[in-house]
């Protein structure tokens, strides 16, 4: 069932986007060559805390840290760990938060030192078509027109586009009605109405857009051919123009 979330709930929504948005403005800064997955988990799990909040990913369904953090090939789901960041790395942090039992939940994917260019693009591209897809927003579009600019501007750069795994609805819960599907056809789909709240997640590869979890530890999703993947998502609310961010810029 989808909820159209009141002022009151959107308030409560942006006031955990804050603290997610700070937290990763936190991490941006803390990403060289040389520190661990877990150490960015650490550092974000004291921050989240110290600003009011609760990591949403700890414990959910089992997963065993506070946020996800996943390199180069790694899409979503990687489990911090005592593996160190490399010189010319990507690496993706996704974080969730609770406050006042409301949810945000965004990602960004960060160049770790000097990269190359084949993946500055794929970085640059990828946040742009979460860009491209936000603009389809607003009271009375159909949800459908989200993915289709997303995987229009993945198929004008020759990048794929995750399928297995999508956005979704959030907001008492970390994941609602509606799924929102980083591909689509225009004019397709549920009509989005004013007051609804959603993460939007586009997940692209360098390569072919088919997937595997790896298997020891029944959480991280990795590309099949072993190509990089970025990930951007925000935690928007639709407007009557449009729409707002509620996990900063």
């Known amino acids: 069932m989808i909820s159209i979330k009141t002022k009151e709930e959107i308030n409560k929504i942006k006031e955990s986007g804050t603290i997610n948005y700070l937290t990763h403005e936190h991490l941006k800064k803390l990403i060289i060559p040389g520190i661990t997955t877990n150490y960015l988990n650490?550092?974000?799990?004291?921050?989240?805390?110290?600003h009011g909040g609760i990591p949403s990913f700890l414990n959910y369904q089992g997963f065993p840290k506070s946020?996800?953090?996943?390199?180069?090939?790694?899409?979503?789901?990687?489990?911090?760990?005592?593996?160190?960041?490399?010189?010319?790395?990507?690496?993706?942090?996704?974080?969730g938060v609770l406050k006042d039992g409301y949810h945000s939940d965004?990602?960004?994917?960060?160049?770790?030192?000097?990269?190359?260019?084949?993946?500055?693009?794929?970085?640059?591209?990828?946040?742009?078509?979460l860009y491209k897809g936000l603009s389809e927003i607003k009271d009375g579009a159909s949800l459908g027109n989200i993915g289709f600019r997303i995987i229009e501007h993945a198929k004008k750069y020759k990048y794929s586009v995750v399928r297995e795994l999508v956005g979704h609805g959030i907001g008492k819960n970390l994941h609602e009605d509606p799924d929102v599907p980083n591909y689509g056809k225009y004019n397709t789909g549920i009509i989005l109405k004013t007051g609804m709240v959603i993460a939007v997640e586009p997940m692209i590869?360098?390569?072919?857009?088919y997937i595997k979890q790896l298997d020891n530890d029944e959480w991280t999703i990795f590309t099949k051919?072993?190509?990089?993947?970025?990930?951007?998502?925000?935690?928007?609310?639709?407007t009557d123009e449009g729409y707002e961010i509620l996990t900063g810029e």
């Open 205 to 209: 590869n360098l390569g072919k857009r």
């Open 42 to 50: 650490e550092e974000a799990d004291k921050f989240i805390r110290k």
């Open 106 to 129: 965004s990602a960004r994917t960060h160049a770790v030192g000097k990269i190359s260019k084949t993946n500055e693009k794929l970085i640059y591209h990828t946040e742009k078509m």
């Open 225 to 238: 051919d072993k190509k990089n993947s970025a990930h951007f998502e925000h935690t928007v609310v639709v």
């Open 67 to 95: 946020i996800c953090v996943s390199v180069n090939d790694e899409i979503v789901h990687g489990i911090p760990s005592d593996k160190v960041l490399k010189e010319g790395d990507i690496v993706s942090i996704d974080i």
